[in-house]
Each structure stands twice: as C-alpha cells, then as structure tokens.
C-alpha cells in the first residue's frame, strides 16, 4: 500500500526534526510518500520519504539564505 499526502501546516513549535529550531510562525506544504507492507492485515514495515530540506527551505530555517 502506498499513501502519497501534502502536509501543510504553519511553525509554531518545534518538534520532530524541527526540534531546537527558532519557531517562525511560517506557513508550509511538503509532500510525504509513506509504503506500507502489508502481512495478515497488519502493517508489518513502513517507509517514508519526506521533503525535510524543502520544509526547512520554506520556513527560512537553511542557512545561508
């Protein structure tokens, strides 16, 4: 099974890999890909691929710019 999502949000707390970033009351929209595998209908592993360097890139958190 594959989910392809968008996940929008706005920076206003800093958690997961955003952690011990400065807030920046930003306003975001990255894509996520999650695949699942699937045994006895149960999710057995998960993968994902998410655009962290693009979310950072959108609320102004990259270095350098």
Request: proline residues 5%; glycine residues 14%.
């Given at each position: 099974?594959?989910?392809?999502?968008?996940?929008?949000?706005?920076?206003?707390?800093?958690?997961?890999?955003?952690?011990?970033l400065?807030?920046?009351?930003?306003?975001?929209?990255?894509?996520?890909?999650?695949?699942?595998?699937?045994?006895?209908?149960?999710?057995?592993?998960?993968?994902?691929?998410?655009?962290?360097?693009?979310?950072?890139?959108?609320?102004?958190l990259?270095?350098?710019?």
């Amino acid at each position: 099974m594959v989910i392809r999502a968008t996940m929008r949000g706005r920076h206003v707390g800093a958690a997961g890999p955003l952690a011990g970033l400065p807030v920046t009351n930003r306003e975001f929209a990255v894509q996520h890909i999650h695949t699942f595998r699937v045994s006895d209908g149960r999710i057995a592993e998960h993968w994902a691929c998410r655009d962290d360097l693009g979310q950072l890139g959108q609320l102004g958190l990259l270095p350098g710019r």
